[in-house]
């Protein structure tokens, strides 16, 4: 009888403390809506795959805009999550402060590395060393209105003259809206016509040559070609899309989530630029990766959770329902994924984009780029000028940062 | 009845505790700076050794049996190694060992398991660490990693350079070292009982007189910190000289020993390069190394311990510590109260600011994060460079006057008009509204206050963001109101002065509500009887505003204006969210430009400086509106 009693006891217990002994994943991502939903999906399948050997994961969704801030607060001091999913851009600053991020080189292996896209795998090194994997990216690309478009321009002549038409000043009508203030935007035409913020070393070259000219090039658009509208905000370029006054805009997969129900819009490649010899326009990638927090105790756990939500199963589950694009190539293969106009449009335009800067130097570009943007479109300085100053600020601030 | 109080007890309990801290403070740093001088040798030995191994694997080519060889016959010949570990990064494998726990079948060479990952990113950290050091031209990062193994012992790593690339690691442990040198509690004893002895001696003799017994124990108390301090520097001198004598002394034995190991091929050694920091800079000889600076700092610490016990001989001995203990005891009660939120003022408020105030003494940077703020140490240089810059304009070629926006004085005049305006703007049309509201039989009065209430009701980041985009060029509601008058559109945030309107408008809506409502409540409370009477004497409405209005007005407006200056100097979301600074950042008002130092250039000590000044700006405005005013009298 006490045997019995005691046995039915144990068999509670280790019921109980079964799970004890598995390792608990915790997730941090800051998404919402579908590409949560998407995300809980794929941690369940994992939950329930053999790939979890009895792990468990869970997923916290923690606000946009203090992210960031909370990994660089929580995770150093070991109070944070073991899997984090963010943007490649504050990996370096990351990196340096210590104790936030795991290099997984030693984990990765060729035929894992061969199955993403090249740059987006170039946008989790820092230095040589592979922090993350990558998730999916997000490239901005043209996007325009049926009704007014019929057919995309290819090159830079077509679209001015496409643009030309269809702008109409006095009612506000513009062919092309984009941030053309905005320094990220304008990095399409920037690394189209061969320039970098970047020399290796990391030693900032915001005035070189090719850099002015793609700045002289968006002036002709703007002021030459007069087809775009002033000071474009992202609010502004919106409403006069939805409203049909912007026939074309240059934008993301952010923008898709934000046009009204009945503008019939497509998607196209950005086009090419025939005064830089036919090159294409190249816009920064940003990449969101998987990354391994560097003071968790389940680090294999982890790492494998990452593999398998890199992977071709979870990616068709974020392509379709979380209307997210991969960074792994092989979830392209799958006819529903191909098929779709939206996924394949950014996949095809990924393919000439430039992996962004994950260096910390970068956050100290934003400020004097921006201030140099935007002397230059509203005509207070010359290109070459205002890239000369905001070189130099670029120049004074590394050298302050860097100084013992 | 309290007794009269005996100095020669106080004097002779403040000696005690003066010289049980000064001697107990001396004996702990002393035995601390051993315990460092013992780990630098340690260390300095440690890589000399790891240096010359460097050059004798390097020019085995870092992988393959001549490497084996090599790291074997090294670890015959020193047995105080307790291991030897290569690894090359070609292929994750571990291509040499002399770790006991690498043998049998995980014998080198092999691919690094699963546990090794450590080692592997260390490795690569070296990689990235040479490379950075390399392309920025200097020396940011360590090149060599010297971590603390059980018992004392060192683990080291450096990096293996085959053709212009990192393409390896070593890794050496070294012997558990020597056991420090013991604490000379003797000595102490000594030095602490026998002052005290004199001392005793000494009251007896003076008797109660209070100036003989502070002149004999301050004469005591000095005489036996001296010249504790200068046996212990003299001890501390002679473990840096035999450290030198040492480290030369092993560069010497390995030179012997390298020489012997190498292949008549490769690359010679070259001794010369060992005696290196973590940085693979070579130190500079014993002879180049100036002695004044440790010496110097360790004069500095002892008069700190000094002045920290002369204070508290001084706290005993004038019996303030007396007179702290009947305060305290006869206060009880009330003391207890206050204790829980003395408690969460100290966590919350007085701990950060005092952190705040420690880092702007550094020179912490995103960089540098993870190493104690003792390293980063810089003393005042922050607050140099910040009020010591006075470039505040320059010349341009062409005549005019280019002000530079990032300098301080600038940002502060700056914040300066902008307070001085927006206040003004406030209290005037604050004022207005408050008098005009206080009509007798005005209709509709709550309605109006609620409506004027409004603009302060609300988030103050909504209207900012709202009012931005009010002075949009193009589709902005101010553009379009002056192109119905026939004007021609502003581009608000293209000036520097059209700039500073827009945060001005936006900042004078938000805050004239504030006054307002001061103003009402204190305008509801003169009785109306004195405006008869003036009416009656045939005094003016101004001068009845003047002689009566204001003067009662004054106790509350007066602190409500020392706040909305304290809150407009540092009005962050209106400037941060409304102008942005632009254009160029001429509009930044200092606690902007503090934001900006600290998380867009990564600069916190700097930052941190730019915020305890602006701190001691408004605490000493406040201090001094406050004693003009008088107006906190009533208090």
Redesign the interface.
Known sequence: MRTARTLRIVALLLLCGGPLFAAEIVVWHAYRAEEKAALEKVAAAFNASPAAKGNKVTTLAVPYDAFADKISAAVPRGKGPDIFIYAQDRLGGWIEAGNTVEPIDFFLDKETRARYIPTTLEAMTYRGTTYGLPLNFKVITMIYNKKLVTTPPKTSTELVATAKKLTNKAAGKFGLAYSFADFYYHAALLNGFGGRVFDPGVKPVLNNPQNVQSLEYMLKWFKKDQIMPAEPSTALITSLFNGGKAAIVFSGPWFLGEIAKGVDYALAPLPTIVEAGGKPMRPWITVEGVYVAAPSKNKDAAYEFAKYLTDVAAGKVLALEGRQTPANKTVYSDPKVSGDPVLAAFRKQVEVAVPMPNVPEMTMVWSPATTAMNTITKGAATPKAAMDAAQKEVEQRIAELRKK | MKSAPSHRLRFGIGLALALALGIGLDVLLLAGARAADARVRAERQAIVTLNALTDVVVGAGISGDPVRTAVAAWSKSHPSLAAIRVIAFDG?SLEASTDPKDSGDRAAPRR?S?EE?DA??RG?RL??SV??NR??G???KEEIEVAAADGGALDLAAPLEKDGEVAGMLEIRTATPPPPAPIPVSTALLYFFAPLAVYAAAALLLGERRAPLAVAASLLLALVLFLFARQTLRILDADRVETDRQVAARVGQETGLAGGLVAPGAAAVDPAKWDTDVFRHPRPGAAATPPGGAERRGRNVFFGVAIGAFALLAFFGLGLAARLGATLSRHRVAYLYIVPAMLAMIVLVFFPFLYGVAISFT?Q???N??QPLSHLWVGLQNYGHILGDFAVAKRAPDGSLAFNYLNFYWTLLFTIVWTVSNVTIGVTVGLLLALILNTAGLKLRPIYRVLLILPWAMPNYITALIWK?MF????GVINQVIQIFGGQPI?W??KPFTSFLTALSTNGWLSFPFMMVISLGALQSIPGEIYEAARVEGASRWQQFRAITLPSLKPSLIPAIIISVVWTFNMFNIIFLVTGG????STEILITQAY?FAF????YG?AAAYSVIIFLILLAYGTVQNRVTRATEGL
Request: aromatic content about 16%; overall charge positive; cysteine-free.
């Open positions: 994750i690094l699963r990952k592997y990113d690569q990689r990235a490379e950075t392309q920025e200097a020396a940011r020179q940077t995103i960089y994060t993870g985009g949009h060029r193009q589709f581009s945030f293209d632009e254009p160029g950042g900006k867009e250039r990564y600069r700097y």
